[in-house]
């Protein structure tokens, strides 16, 4: 059996901290408690932890890679959608899908679309599944 769930995190490493937001509740100022708890104490969703973990963990990852490159971001928002496969052994992540807008001055689509995928391959929790992971990144204008 399946499940899925998604995050949304805003925020650049310069802040620090960001916010996100999931469909049992939101996760606030968090680059280092975003899986810790919900504002709203609604409990674990495993899958809807690991989203959460992943949009700001990947998020905090681009932001760095940007600004070493000496192109520092306004903004960035990601979502990550995980899909959850629970089977006799446990439940396991199967597929990440990553969805990541930026607005970053003076970047060209390639140099971002470079920087997002070094992130992806940096990012502690990308390591760390064992799962397919797409990205989607695009500049915002």
């Keep these: 059996m399946e499940r899925q769930a998604s995050a949304v995190w805003h925020g650049t490493l310069k802040e620090g901290k960001g916010t996100m937001s999931a469909p049992s509740g939101v996760l606030r100022d968090a680059a280092y408690t975003w899986a810790t708890r919900f ?79 070094a992130a992806r391959a940096t990012c502690p929790i990308s390591r760390l599944l064992n799962a397919t992971i797409t990205l989607d990144a695009a500049l915002e204008p």
């Design 39 to 117: 504002a709203n104490d609604a409990g674990t969703n495993p899958e809807e932890l690991i989203a959460a973990a992943h949009a700001g963990c990947f998020s905090m990852a681009l932001s760095g890679k940007l600004t070493g490159a000496g192109l520092p971001p306004e903004r960035i928002a990601t979502t990550a959608t995980v899909t959850l496969e629970k089977t006799d052994a446990g439940q396991t992540v199967t597929r990440v899908h990553l969805v990541t807008r930026a607005r970053v001055p003076n970047a060209t689509a390639g140099q971002f679309a470079e920087q997002a995928e």
